[in-house]
């Protein structure tokens, strides 16, 4: 390279240079300096600090240097590249204060400093003369952008991201200037304002908005026009009102709107969204029936739902008839009604994860999940359902193996499970992996079917609180995965299998309150457990971690048999002997009753004792007298 005195662009991006930046610089030939209009580093492993002579490459007019492992701070010296019209230090671990001089490239048309570790405050010098500036990236920055609220910015963006820096606590108000806004990501940037009406003004050309993790309070607009909006992000704040009545925005792909404050109902006019893919309103205040829009309108690019957490009533929405792509529902703890519908694996056949707990949903689910071969993730726990487990698991046959989910490209919201004895909470993505089935507190009836040990990718199995019967299966110990197992509060009997033993992956296990007895496994896996009510309520089970030891229980039962046979015999020598007594007694009485000449010698012959016994007691009575005297 020492030779390549007209060196004007240099682009070495996505090559594993695997060397520092200042070795790669001081390989260019000084007579290049003056030249080099364009150097794209972009993904080329470079590491080091930004070599301080960066500022006399005074004819460069793009430099990308993103996603590398450049350190260390952005010398003074940059200052000088004022023929810069590009510049991406993006992805790197960069600290310190942004220079000022940033504040000269009058020609710069996009600055990417996003995702590093800069620090400090930016004020309104350090962007004096950016009057070209429509791209400008600080997000995931320590920064705060300390700028009046009379301050009309000199550049006009298109693309803003500040996800993470600290533009509050009032709401930036130089945003009003930026009419030719696009894309606007001002998320997680400690902002405790209203959501002024001016912003939909601004934002109505947008079609990317990300305000979530504030503190915004207000309410939404009644009406609400934004025809170029595609994904909209108003989560995690304190907005309150209602939903807009009249809502216009037709390209609308993804609606997040949880956490909020939001009450009323869910207006009609969301049936008109046919390309909302994901929509998430979950933990608000929502009420009322959701709208049961027509097939033809509403639903069929629908990806993901989710409506947990409000106060909604009413049956299962009819419109998700058009669903045919959904692959997660949620529409846990509302208070929803009636039979889930029989047209699930027709309508949805993709969906992976469904989510109906805590409501009251009822019947039985024994078509429902028939030919649902995605499914991977089934919670219906605390409804009133009632049925067979065996004809609601038959068909889910993606529990069988490894799973590959059509969520991967998908973030949102967490949702809420429990499993591990806890309460928890996971994200969409992190559901992508785990193969769950909870369907406790219900009415199921009958036995655990073996065909639930098909199942060999189940993670989490809780069917506490029904009224299962029978014995737990032998080959339970087949669910080789199986992270956590609560079988409590049902009619279940025998002996624990020791199987159970060998899940190496098992760190939760609930058998209370059956009817289980026996020895209670030993093996290494289950003494790790620390639950010590995981077998209480099973009076017939023995062994550790219980105090029963099982010889003296037995030897205590043969005891108890041979204590029990006595108390019968001594109970029936007690009742012969009575019943003996009231029969001779009858026999006597019944005799002296009806038979005259039995009940005169019967009394003679009391009258003959009698007279013996006084006499014999007179004579000797009278000879003791004279005898002491």
């Known amino acids: 390279m020492k030779n390549l005195c007209n060196l004007q662009e240099l682009d070495l991006y996505d090559i594993n240079i695997n060397s520092s930046i200042s070795e790669l610089m001081e390989r260019l030939p000084k007579c290049s300096w003056n030249k080099l209009r364009k150097m794209d580093l972009h993904c080329a492993n470079l590491t080091g600090e930004l070599p301080t002579w960066i500022g006399h490459l005074a004819s460069l007019s793009y430099l990308d240097l993103s996603e590398n492992m450049i350190v260390g701070s952005v010398p003074d010296g940059t200052g000088n590249l004022t023929n810069l019209n590009y510049l991406d230090l993006s992805q790197n671990s960069l600290v310190g204060h942004i220079p000022v001089g940033i504040g000269a490239f009058g020609n710069l048309t996009s600055l990417n400093l996003g995702q590093n570790s800069f620090s400090g405050v930016l004020a309104e010098y350090h ?72 912003f939909w003004t ?110 909604l009533s009413g049956e299962f929405p009819s419109f998700l008839q058009n669903a045919g792509w959904l692959l997660f529902l949620d529409l846990s703890y509302n208070k929803l009604s009636g039979n889930v519908p029989t047209w699930i694996a027709q309508r949805m056949p993709y969906l992976e994860v469904l989510i109906l707990r805590s409501n009251m949903f009822c019947g039985n689910l024994s078509n429902q999940l028939n030919k649902l071969d995605q499914l991977h993730f089934l919670d219906v726990a605390h409804n009133n359902i009632s049925g067979s487990i065996y004809s609601s698991i038959r068909s889910l046959t993606a529990m069988k193996y490894s799973h590959t989910s059509g969520l991967d490209n998908y973030t949102g919201a967490s949702i809420s499970m429990s499993i591990k004895d806890q309460e928890l909470n996971y994200t969409f993505q992190s559901t992508n992996n785990i193969m769950l089935i909870d369907m406790s507190y219900n009415s199921f009836t009958g036995p655990i079917p073996r065909e639930l040990t098909l199942l060999k990718g189940l993670q ?170």
Request: hydrophobic share 40%.
């Open 127 to 198: 962007f004096a003369t950016l009057e070209r500036l429509e791209f400008l990236d600080l997000s995931s920055n320590s920064l705060k952008l300390d700028l009046h609220e009379a301050w009309i910015p000199p550049f006009k963006l298109k693309k803003g991201y500040f996800e993470s820096c600290d533009l509050g606590p009032q709401f930036p108000s130089w945003l009003r200037w930026q009419t030719d806004i696009v894309v606007l990501d001002i998320s997680n940037t400690s902002i405790k304002d209203d959501l002024p009406g001016w």
């Open 202 to 311: 601004v934002s109505y050309n947008a079609y990317e908005l990300y305000l979530s993790s504030n503190q915004l309070g207000g309410a939404l607009p009644e009406k609400l026009e934004l025809p170029s909006m595609q994904a909209m992000d108003l989560s995690d704040n304190y907005l309150s009102g209602k939903l807009p009545a009249n809502l216009t925005v037709p390209n609308l792909m993804t609606l997040h709107l949880h956490h909020n404050q939001i009450g009323g109902t869910i207006p009609a006019c969301l049936c008109q969204l046919r390309s909302l893919r994901v929509i998430n309103l979950s933990y608000n205040q929502l009420t009322g029936e959701i709208p049961q829009c027509s097939v033809d309108q509403f639903g069929f690019s629908f990806l993901v739902i989710d409506m947990k957490n409000n106060n």
């Open 460 to 629: 989490s199995l809780n069917l506490s609180g029904n009224q299962l019967s029978g014995t737990i299966p032998n080959d339970i110990g087949i669910l080789r995965r199986l992270e956590s197992l609560d079988l409590s509060y049902n009619d279940l009997v025998g002996e624990i299998p020791s199987i159970l033993s060998d899940l190496t992956f098992l760190s939760c296990l609930n058998l209370s309150y059956n009817n289980l007895s026996g020895r209670i496994p030993s093996g290494q896996q289950l003494q790790t457990l620390n639950n010590l009510y995981m077998y209480i309520g099973n009076p017939g089970l023995c062994g550790l971690p219980l105090s029963t030891n099982c010889s003296t229980n037995r030897t205590n039962k043969i005891v108890q048999n041979e204590h029990d046979d006595a108390s019968h015999d001594t109970t029936y020598l007690y009742i012969s002997t009575s019943a003996g007594f009231v029969v001779g007694l009858w026999i006597v009485f019944c005799t002296i009753l009806f038979k005259k000449s039995w009940r005169i010698a019967y009394f003679q012959f009391f009258d003959q004792i009698y007279d013996k016994i006084y006499v014999q007691a007179a004579v000797s009575k009278a000879v003791l007298i004279r005898k002491f005297l």
